[in-house]
């Protein structure tokens, strides 16, 4: 029998404040979504709902109004229909794949989808909690090594590496790409280069038009595809 639903205690008064992120964790083993809620405990992130089943998932974003749905893919029942049927659902909701599959298929079903994260269950709490953060802010975010695994391939083979020069990169440009390939967020972009986080969202836009992609994950895969590596510098 599915394990039924289960609402989280409504949070004191003193803690809904505006800030906080209402968020409902859907995995299968009861241990580890125990262990999870404890990790997002102490944050901005408040569980409102916790589930085991695709079922479960679709109750949690109907009676929790959560802000972001943290879903494994691997639920009992057909756990990619529920982060779609979620994300129909609730238009401003986040859906955040936390899961152990790193299949190429999966991540592509994933993210052609309309999932705003997909992120390994290897992640540390704190690291997590960034992620989840930054997803809530509009940034897309899938485990750096993933996204450069998955998206340097194309049918099994290597894409065909493009020089940066091709769309005019400019060293500060490929700087900003090591950081994305790193899966730094933009303020942690703003901190490293000494500017505001609007200076960065301004650069960004910049680099996005130039190599034609619309967001994080894409600038990822074409950074790989330039064979830029992690200090933002050109590969022989």
Do not use: C, W
């Not at 009992?76 to 529920?82: E, H, L, R, T």
């Not at 490929?174 to 933009?186: D, E, F, Q, S, V």
């Not at 680099?207 to 022989?236: C, H, I, S, Y």
């Amino acid at each position: 029998m599915a394990e039924p639903i289960r609402a989280r205690p409504r949070a004191p008064p003193s803690a809904l404040v505006a800030d906080r992120i209402k968020v409902a964790v859907v995995d299968a083993h009861p241990l580890y979504r125990h262990g999870l809620v404890n990790a997002l405990a102490g944050s901005r992130l408040v569980v409102v709902a916790e589930g085991g089943t695709a079922e479960d998932a679709q109750r949690a974003v109907q009676k929790g109004k959560p802000d972001v749905l943290l879903l494994d893919i691997a639920v009992p029942g057909d756990g990619m229909g529920a982060a779609q049927e979620a994300l129909r659902l609730r238009a401003n909701l986040k859906v955040v794949v936390l899961t152990a599959s790193d299949g190429e298929d999966d991540v592509a079903d994933a993210l052609r989808m309309g999932v705003h994260g997909y992120i390994l269950k290897e992640v540390t709490g704190p690291d997590l909690v960034s992620a989840i953060e930054a997803i809530y802010r509009g940034e897309p975010y899938v485990t750096p090594a993933l996204a450069s695994r998955l998206l340097m391939r194309s049918k099994g083979r290597p894409l065909v590496p493009q020089r940066s020069e091709d769309v005019g990169l400019t060293a500060r440009d490929k700087r900003i790409l090591g950081y994305l390939a790193k899966g730094l967020t933009n303020q942690e972009i703003a901190r490293s280069l000494g500017m505001n986080v609007r200076t960065v969202k301004h650069y960004l836009t910049q680099v996005f038009r130039k190599m034609r992609v619309r967001n994080r994950v894409e600038a990822t895969v074409e950074a790989q595809r330039m064979r830029l590596d992690l200090d933002g510098q050109l590969l022989p």
